[in-house]
């Protein structure tokens, strides 16, 4: 147990669905990320939101649109996604964004797109 | 832009000693990070080092040279428990934490 609770655990959606990915941390914690794991392939950072703004967006499709409502939670919308958006969906959360404190994990919501 | 290598697999027996190589290129740097992930688990924080040098705790050490952008992890007595993969993830000056694909350590009987 990290501190970090992601919901689902597991999602199968259709492509032309809508559905949205829940993280939750009641560490105290300033900043809170998004990251997705593909088979084989580096952990990759999607987004960053730090003290409830939104400070990075790497490049990511519009079909994933992050919500950050207050500093415990993050979400994480979806839609008209992909087969080759099926991987591991990573939050983390750390003390502050930028900093040397480590990020905690949750669990991750495996996501598969048919 | 950012470049992070280091082994895809690693095999080794109970009891022994293996050291997982990472080099790295990064934007500035501010850190570099081990973190352990077991198969359908959440990365777990291992070490960070800023400094050059070694840090040890307990079974694990970590090494980093900055000039070399390298940094090892060393894990001793090998137990089952250990097979997982591990991700060497170093932070830019940017505060962007980066990830490697991680060595996946088979750890047998």
């Known amino acids: 147990e990290t501190g970090v609770t992601q919901t689902p655990r597991h999602l199968v959606m259709g492509m032309t669905n809508k559905k949205s990915l829940k993280c939750e941390q009641h560490?105290?914690?300033?900043?809170m990320y998004w990251y997705k794991q593909s088979a084989k392939k580096p952990l990759e950072l999607m987004f960053v939101y730090s003290l409830e703004e939104r400070v990075e967006n790497n490049s990511v499709p519009s079909r994933f649109s992050p919500e950050c409502p207050n500093s415990s939670h993050l979400f994480l919308h979806l839609h008209t996604l992909q087969p080759e958006d099926s991987a591991l969906y990573l939050c983390a959360s750390s003390q502050d964004q930028g900093t040397n404190t480590e990020a905690f994990f949750g669990q991750g919501t495996r996501l598969t797109v048919v | 832009g950012q470049n992070i290598d280091q082994p895809t697999e690693m095999t080794a027996t109970e009891g022994a000693i293996v050291q997982i190589n990472c080099t790295y290129q990064t934007s500035g740097f501010n850190g570099l990070f081990w973190y352990q992930q077991h198969a359908g688990e959440a990365p777990t924080f291992l070490s960070y080092?800023?400094?050059?040098g070694l840090e040890e705790k307990g079974r694990f050490s970590s090494f980093l040279s900055r000039s070399k952008g390298y940094s090892y992890l060393l894990l001793k007595e090998l137990q089952m428990k250990d097979s997982a993969s591990y991700l060497c993830a170093p932070l830019d000056s940017w505060g962007k934490l980066q990830f490697g694909a991680g060595t996946q350590v088979v750890v047998t009987p």
């Open positions: 080092n800023v400094l050059d």
């Open positions: 560490l105290g914690h300033n900043a």
